[in-house]
Structures are given as structure tokens and as C-alpha cells.
């Protein structure tokens, strides 16, 4: 019969008696803010934004108040927000706020993990690591500037600056093991499984060495990609056993509800389709090209021709599609050529850019006036032609041929449509599923596969019993 500890009695009496968390929106836990840490927060918002789901920012939001609560500053309003970028990251960096990609969030299987992440970093603020590295990089700032004073003699100052260096990395990584340790004791007495720290950190090991591969870089999450895997690093490992051991079926790991709140989550970029509420995007991306128009207004497409109209018809926008003959004129010299006469106010679609990116004009013979334009994206040549009913128009109507001509580009990826998210979802491994027949669909383009395997915690080989649930990628596409 196993017979419980008096430090494990007294760990699940805390956890029966403590009042549960209450969960805090974004806007709730910001009124709580210093103006300082307000103010922090602000600037790095502008950077990254917060990614919008309410229900897993309060989800999150709660798992790091339940680590935080039994953690060694229990007293203090500690923030946790999660990040609209698809970066495998989490950090601690001031005024006790945490972040985390959703990135990162794609990745975990259990809310277990979920609270390792949060808890190591919650070992960043604790441990007081950031206040401790800024000294440190000041010492070794100071090494530098002595190895460059001895610059004279050239082995003196390469082995000052090579010695400064390894002490600031060896820095770094005792206090990613402080904060592992730290964590791990948190996991304990949150009754997580303190093992559910080493296990991310293979997660995120493993997925380290896939991007490695792909992109041919040496990457790490702090300091978890070293020259051992977490798995078989005996520090990292005898840090985390020091936290304790749970009994038997008594530790929590909380899959179902991770994936109830983490099921459809966006993967990868989170495209928004670049535009104005009142506006729709053309994007083409056969041709390579994207431009703005408002969303009321019809569009056609007419052989090599775009044909957009107003909704009384009164206006129309006709962009003609042709290969350019001439490579060796630019766009005003193409537009000129076009209508060698009768051209007004001929200017660029952008004055600032240095580059040719079109050229838009008046065509303003005796009969009407009319805009025209020109612009080359890859081998073709885009002609706009834009005029009103009865040839009569107006200045308002040529400022609406005018803003669309000019919002005319090459496309890139920022401009993709929000049907082109991709989003994560679970379901349960089929007989005869594997992650090969998984990856056909190529989803996630030549590495799919590993993909999969890295997020699901199979990487780099091993396949999931029927009946697991694994992650997938899903996505809606777009014909426009």
C-alpha cells in the first residue's frame, strides 16, 4: 500500500483548500498594470500584437496564476499574454509579464506543458535574471574593451575576449537551469508533474534540430538546444528530479481541456488581408499582383482584362493584362507610348520609391476626361483605363479611380487573404494512419512530415498508436 508523505499530504490539502483562479481578460489584467509596466507593455504590443481569442488568453491567463500562486512570490500580480506570431518562444522580460507565441503554443499537448513553459519563466522573474545578465553583459563589455586595449598584442586580446565570451554563455545556461529547477518546484506544488518540464524541453529541442535542418541555422530556445539533448542532460535532468516525485495517478496533466481551447488555433502566419473594412482585395498570385477597391464595387474578369464597376455603372476600371514587348522602357515611357498625346499631370504611383513602381496620369482629350495608368510586375505590363458614364467625370469619381490605381503592387504574402490562415486541430490517428499518409497533403510543404512528428512529440522517427490524438494542420483556400 502506498503510503503518502506528510509534505504530500500537506501539497493536497493546499490544493484542495486554495480558492480557484479567476480568470482575468486582456483588458483586466492590463487595468491592473503599473503605469510603468503599462506603459512597457504597450511598446512590445507594437511590435508583436496579442493574438485575438479571448477564451485561451483567459485560459492561459489561469494556468500561469495557478503556478504563480504556489510559487515563491504567492503575493505578486503576476501577467501572462499570448503573442499573434508564429515563433516557438516564451519570455520573461519585465514588470513580472510573461508572453508567449501561440507559436509555442502549437506545439504542446497538454496544458501540463502549457504550465512548464510558464513556470520557467516564472523562474526568470523570480530568479531576478534579467537584473543578473545585465550585469553580467556590462563585465563582459568590460572584457572586450580590455581584449581591444590589448589589441597590440593579438593573442593576449583574442584569448581575453574568447574567455569573456564562454564565461557569459556559461552564464546563461546556469540560469536556464535556475529557472528549470524553479519551474519543475512550482509543476510540484501546482500538482503538475514535474517531469512535464523536461518533456517540453525535448519538444522544443526536437523542434529546434527540424528548423535546423530546414534552414541549415543553429537555433535554441533558451539554452535548451545544447550539446546534449534535454532527455540526456544530467543537470537539466537532476534539477527538475530535485522538485519531488507525485504519487501515481496524482499528478495533472489536463489534455482534454488543452485541446478543447488550443483546437483551431492559427499555425503559421496570420494573414488579415491587408485591407480596410470598407475596401476587398484582388490578389492574384499567378501574376503576382494585388491592389484595393471598395467593397461595394463589382469585378469581372473579361479575357486579359480586370473590369471593375461601381454599383450603379455609372464609373468603370479597366485593367488590361498584355506581355511587355519592350524591356527596356520603364512605365512612363510605356504610358507615354500608349497615349503619345493628351497627358496630364503625369506623375509616379509612389514619388518616394526609388524604384519604378508605375506611373499614373490624365488623359484628357477634347472628347472627356479619363485616368490611365501603367505599372510592370514581371514579364507584363498592367494598362488602366478608367472612365464614367457619358464621359463625364467627376472629380470625386477620378479620386476613386486614382486610389485604386495607386494602391495597385506586386503582391506578397501580408496580403493573402484570412481564408489562407492555416489553423492546428486534433483528431484521433485512424488504423493505418501514420504521419506519412498524414503528410500527403503536404500542408506544410516539403517538411510536412517532420512537422507533424516535431509538434506531436515523435521527432525525428515513431509513430502514434491508433486511437492517440495528434495535432494536424488544416487550411480554407482561396480562388480569387
Not at 44 to 72: I, N, T
Request: glycine share 6%; hydrophobic share 40%; net charge positive.
Amino acid at each position: 500500500m502506498f503510503k503518502f508523505s506528510a509534505p504530500i499530504v500537506f501539497l493536497v490539502l493546499a490544493l484542495l483548500l486554495a480558492p480557484p483562479v479567476a480568470a482575468k481578460s486582456v483588458a483586466e489584467q492590463e487595468a491592473l498594470m503599473s503605469p510603468a509596466a503599462l506603459k512597457f507593455h504597450r511598446s512590445r504590443l507594437a511590435q508583436v500584437p496579442l493574438y485575438d481569442d479571448p477564451e485561451l488568453a483567459e485560459y492561459v491567463y489561469k494556468v500561469g496564476q495557478k503556478v504563480a500562486k504556489v510559487s515563491d512570490w504567492p503575493n505578486t500580480q503576476f501577467f501572462f499574454f499570448v503573442r499573434d506570431s508564429d515563433a516557438v518562444n516564451a519570455e520573461a522580460p519585465d514588470h513580472e509579464i510573461t508572453y508567449i507565441d501561440r507559436g509555442m503554443l502549437s506545439m504542446m499537448t497538454s496544458e501540463g506543458q502549457l504550465a512548464a513553459v510558464l513556470a520557467h519563466e516564472l523562474g526568470h522573474h523570480i530568479g531576478k535574471h534579467k537584473e543578473k545578465l545585465q550585469s553580467r553583459l556590462a563585465l563582459s563589455n568590460l572584457g572586450g574593451f580590455l581584449g581591444s586595449v590589448f589589441a597590440g598584442n593579438s593573442a593576449v586580446g583574442r584569448a581575453m575576449n574568447l574567455a569573456s565570451t564562454e564565461r557569459l554563455l556559461k552564464f546563461k545556461r546556469e540560469i536556464e537551469l535556475e529557472s528549470d529547477e524553479l519551474g519543475a518546484k512550482y509543476l510540484y506544488r501546482a500538482g503538475y508533474d514535474p517531469q512535464e518540464m523536461l518533456g517540453m524541453l525535448s519538444v522544443l529541442a526536437d523542434n529546434t534540430r527540424l528548423l535546423g535542418k530546414i534552414n541549415d541555422v543553429n537555433t535554441s530556445y533558451h539554452g535548451v538546444f545544447q550539446a546534449t539533448h534535454p532527455r540526456s542532460d544530467k543537470r537539466r535532468r537532476a534539477a527538475i528530479d530535485r522538485a519531488g516525485v507525485l504519487p501515481p495517478g496524482e499528478e495533472f496533466r489536463g489534455r482534454a481541456e488543452f485541446r478543447r481551447v488550443v483546437d483551431g488555433i492559427v499555425f503559421g502566419p496570420n494573414f488579415t488581408g491587408n485591407k480596410r473594412v470598407d475596401q476587398e482585395r484582388y490578389l492574384n498570385k499567378s501574376l503576382g499582383i494585388t491592389f484595393v477597391y471598395p467593397k461595394e464595387w463589382s469585378r469581372d474578369l473579361k479575357g486579359n482584362k480586370i473590369v471593375l464597376k461601381d454599383p450603379n455603372a455609372t464609373l468603370q476600371l479597366k485593367i488590361e493584362i498584355e506581355k511587355t514587348q519592350d524591356k527596356t522602357l520603364d512605365s512612363k515611357q510605356l504610358l507615354e507610348a500608349k497615349y503619345p498625346s493628351d497627358l496630364a499631370d503625369v506623375k509616379k504611383i509612389d514619388d518616394k520609391a526609388t524604384k519604378d513602381l508605375g506611373t499614373i496620369a490624365a488623359h484628357v482629350p477634347e472628347a472627356a476626361k479619363r485616368r490611365v495608368g501603367a505599372v510592370r510586375v514581371g514579364r507584363n505590363t498592367f494598362n488602366f483605363l478608367g472612365l464614367a458614364r457619358n464621359n463625364k467625370l467627376t472629380e470625386e469619381q477620378d479620386q476613386q479611380l486614382v486610389e485604386i490605381i495607386t494602391s495597385f503592387r506586386r503582391a506578397t504574402r501580408n496580403d493573402l487573404s484570412p481564408s489562407e490562415v492555416k489553423r492546428l486541430t486534433f483528431k484521433r490517428l485512424e488504423p493505418g494512419e501514420t504521419f506519412a499518409t498524414l503528410a500527403k497533403s503536404r500542408e506544410l510543404g516539403k517538411y510536412t512530415e517532420e512537422y507533424l512528428r516535431a509538434m506531436n512529440g515523435y521527432y525525428p522517427k515513431g509513430e502514434a498508436e491508433p486511437g492517440t490524438y495528434i495535432k494536424i494542420v488544416e487550411s480554407s483556400k482561396d480562388d480569387a
